[in-house]
Nanobody, 128 residues
Framework: QVHLVESGGGLVQAGGSLRLSCTAS????????MGWFRQLPGEEREGVSC????????DYADSVKGRFTISKDNAKNMLYLQMNSLKPEDTGTYYC?????????????????????WGQGTLVTVST
């Protein structure tokens, strides 16, 4: 059974940084994509960034390009999201998600409904 646990959220001032971590267990092959999604207040869940575990290809939402960096540690089955230059509009709950990817690394960029495994979420609050 796939289990994802996020950590690293918290309160930070605008312009500051946070690093989110996601511990993954139960993924029985390397052919999957893992991503970060967020749900901002009053809005639907949206993709933030995604990485193909085998190919290492990455995808970012336009709103976070140049500020956020996704990375992974294969040996530890860890996923990270380094968030720099945070803005108040980044405030929301951030989720780690995974799905087996049989599309040759093309699952990244797919909507949240295409991902079947989710963590419980971690809250990020950026103050002015």
């Amino acid at each position: 059974q796939v289990h994802l646990v996020e950590s690293g959220g918290g309160l930070v001032q605008a312009g500051g940084s946070l690093r989110l971590s996601c511990t993954a267990s139960g993924l029985t092959s390397d052919d999957y994509a893992m991503g970060w999604f967020r749900q901002l207040p009053g809005e639907e869940r949206e993709g933030v960034s995604c990485i193909s575990w085998i190919y290492g290809t990455t995808d970012y939402a336009d709103s976070v390009k140049g500020r956020f960096t996704i990375s992974k540690d294969n040996a530890k089955n860890m996923l990270y999201l380094q968030m720099n230059s945070l803005k108040p509009e980044d405030t929301g709950t951030y989720y780690c998600a995974a799905e087996f990817d049989y599309s040759g690394g093309h699952l990244c960029g797919a909507p949240p409904t295409d991902f079947g495994y989710w963590g419980q979420g971690t809250l990020v609050t950026v103050s002015t």
